[in-house]
Structures are given as C-alpha cells and as structure tokens.
C-alpha cells in the first residue's frame, strides 16, 4: 500500500467516524430537546393546575364573602322593620 493509498483510507476512516459523531450528537440533541419540551409542557400543567386552584380559592372566599354580606343585609332589613314597627305603634 502507498502512503497515498493509505492517506485516502485513513480520511475516508476520518469521515466515516465524524458521520458517527455527527448522528450521535444529532440523536443526543434530539433527546436533550424533547426533554426540555417535556420539562415545559409539566411545568405549564403545573402552573395552570395552581392557577386553577388559586382561582377555585379566591371564587370561593368571593362566594363566602357575598354570603356573608347577604346575612348582614338581611339582618339589617330586618332590624329596620322592628323599628318601623315600633315607631308606628
């Protein structure tokens, strides 16, 4: 074999493993993507599941708070009409 001839493999073995290289490092950065894009679509159903029950917490304090301000209406209503009452006597 010449130095030429052995020249011309020893490259064409070069480039045979930089192909390698290059798939592996392509498969390895696939992997690395879909990871991250797994890793955002559970921290985006995460934050979404706390906002849903954040929401679900202030809708219901909003609820009691509506409830309660509806008892003292009442009780108020009420109190007005004892007085009316009295005071028509």
């Known amino acids: 074999m010449t130095i030429l001839q052995s020249t011309v493999t020893h490259l064409e073995e070069f480039k045979a493993k930089l192909i390698e290289d290059l798939a592996e490092s392509n498969n390895k950065f696939e992997y690395t993507l879909n990871h991250f894009n797994n890793c955002s ?11 849903g029950s954040y929401l679900k917490l202030i809708e219901q304090s909003h ?5 309660e301000l509806k008892n ?18």
């Open 41 to 51: 679509k559970i921290e985006k159903e995460n934050y979404e599941k706390n906002q």
């Open 63 to 67: 609820k009691d708070t509506v409830e």
């Open 72 to 89: 003292k209406i009442d009780k108020l209503n009420s109190e007005i009409n004892d007085n009316d009452a009295v005071f028509e006597r």
